[in-house]
């Protein structure tokens, strides 16, 4: 994800999601467990030995590397996560190549290190880079390994998994115009992020969300070797759709379905207030997003902020025929034709991140370390109502300036069933809208700041959890919040069944137990986890 605000303006455009930038590897902390395996200073001498015996040099920073640094934080997206008690990594591997990334992985294995992979920086807890507990791991970031396919006039692309969401929309926008791939709004997020926790987004109602437009994908395995789809075979296939691709290896590939779209879409931004009765509009809002008079061509998302609100519109058509649409199932929204922005698609993804349409600006991967903040997730299945959205405002977001929330509403074709058997994201049928809170501070990342604006926060999240889901909350994997719990590593140096699905049924519900079964299978040792990786299912539940 983008910081959420880079400045303290109002109505800061959030990311969609804040990818898991999932691909994170790494062991827990051996003080969890007495038996759990610490690398010691032998194996990390080792591990670097290898390292240097099979890769160039100039791909490895040390932390005695002057560009350690630097490279450490060229895509980090929370200064949070920037503190000198952050448990930085031994080095970082900057691989750029598929055998650079197999190197990396088999020297890890051989010498007891772990892996923590980092495409585009924005998960929300940092877990591609840090890690929350003392322990030996390498980064390995695929930064330089990005790249796009794009054949014009086929409905497919091969990408890098160190490729941004707005380097791919470049690539296809402008080789293969006339196609896209249904991605999210923050246009620096790592494509493998994206699609690994799921993906959701603008164009999830017509398209799905991101992992269902997976056509084939190349991982490497906690052997080195790199599998294709046939390879793989389907279990695991589906699983790195949507289950957290770090659980299971290192994704370095994906071939994406692209669909077509019109020569021109239109964006429209309307921004009510409370006064100009805001609550009205939520509540009918909430009810037109699943009525069958909705086109699935046509979505649109709320950012809620103090007393404000923004109704972002994306159509997939011309501003005539979305006047006429919207006239008929929200004319209560009061739209005209000088709202209207008509572009190509390209430039609407560059309008609805940047606010201009200046396509270059999707390639920028530049980050900002200005704003610390901290975010959660909900789901509602059942409507607020008029009076939930005038006590939200006025007993929650009018208080502080500070919070955010996205609405991303669902139906259309992300609304099918809530077992796909494409992806294991779970979010599905019923489903009126996702959930993001967001809530920013300044100055240090543990002081007083930062204490306020977490209590706002867990206010926030407390008063919604009358109308979210329940047993369980559902919470979306690609905003990753360690919040809800943490694997704990047993006496065999595995992380714990129990102990994951503490958070995993809230990010994947009944779909946590086969992604535990696959993970068994393709890595029984764990040697790919984290704080959050999905853990082995014991033989014992089989």
Not at 191 to 201: C, K, L, P, R
Request: proline letters at 5%.
């Amino acid at each position: 994800m983008q910081p959420i605000a880079s400045s303290k303006s109002k109505l800061v455009q959030m990311a969609d999601y804040s990818e898991t930038m999932a691909l994170a590897l790494a062991i827990l902390c051996c003080f969890l467990c007495g038996n759990a395996f610490l690398p010691s200073s032998a194996s990390s001498d080792s591990f670097l030995q290898c390292l240097s015996a099979t890769l160039p040099t100039e791909l490895v920073y040390q932390q005695s590397s002057s560009g350690f640094t630097s490279v450490l934080e060229s895509s980090v997206q929370n200064p949070k996560f920037l503190t000198n008690t952050t448990v930085r990594p031994l080095c970082i591997v900057t691989a750029s190549g598929v055998p650079h990334v197999q190197a990396a992985v088999r020297c890890g294995r051989a010498h007891g290190v772990r892996l923590r992979v980092r495409s585009g920086g924005h998960e929300y807890e940092g877990l591609s880079y840090r890690s929350v507990r003392p322990e030996v791991f390498a980064v390995l970031d695929l930064a330089r390994l990005r790249g796009v396919r794009v054949v014009p006039g086929e409905a497919s692309a091969w990408v890098d998994a160190g490729t941004t969401l707005g380097e791919l929309y470049y690539a296809v926008g402008t080789a293969n115009p006339g196609f896209l791939f249904p991605g999210g709004v923050c246009a620096t997020v790592g494509v493998s992020g994206f699609i690994s926790g799921g993906g959701i987004g603008l164009m999830m109602r017509k398209h799905g969300v991101g992992g269902d437009n997976v056509l084939d994908a190349r991982i490497v395995n906690a052997d080195g070797d790199v599998l294709d789809r046939a390879a793989m075979g389907e279990d695991l296939f589906w699983a790195i759709r949507g289950g957290g691709g770090e659980s299971f290896g290192v994704v370095v590939a994906w071939r994406l379905k692209l669909s077509r779209v019109p020569p021109t879409v239109t964006v429209v931004n309307n921004f009510p207030t409370m006064e100009q009765g805001v609550a009205d509009l939520l509540a009918k809002w909430e009810t037109t997003i699943l009525a069958p008079s909705l086109p699935a061509d046509l979505t649109i998302r709320v950012v809620l902020q103090e007393r404000h609100a923004l109704f972002q519109t994306l159509y997939l058509g011309r501003c005539s025929d979305l006047l006429r649409t919207v006239g008929i199932v929200f004319p209560e929204l009061g739209m005209t034709a000088a709202d209207c922005n008509e572009m190509s698609w390209l430039r609407a993804m560059a309008f609805l991140y940047f606010g201009n349409t200046g396509t270059p600006a999707v390639l920028n991967r530049t980050n900002s370390l200005g704003t610390y903040f901290k975010s959660k997730s909900d789901y509602v299945r059942r409507a607020v109502g008029r009076a939930g959205w005038e006590g939200l405002f006025e007993q929650q977001l009018s208080r502080n300036g500070n919070m955010l929330m996205i609405l991303e509403p669902h139906g259309g074709a992300v609304g099918g069933g809530n077992t796909n058997a494409t992806s294991p994201h779970p979010h599905r049928r019923g489903v009126l809208f996702n959930i993001q809170y967001g809530s920013m501070w300044w100055g240090e990342a543990n002081g007083t700041a930062a204490a306020t604006a977490l209590r706002w926060l867990d206010g926030l999240y407390g008063f919604l959890g009358q109308y979210a889901t329940s047993n369980p909350r559902e919470a979306f994997a690609n905003y990753r919040d360690l919040d809800l719990g943490q694997n704990v590593v047993g006496g065999d140096g595995v992380s714990s069944y129990s102990s994951g699905r503490v958070w995993a049924e809230r990010y994947f519900m009944g779909n946590y137990r086969r992604l535990a079964a696959v993970k068994a299978a393709v890595d029984p040792s764990d040697y790919f986890r984290n704080e959050q990786s999905i853990p082995p299912l014991p033989k014992t539940h089989n």
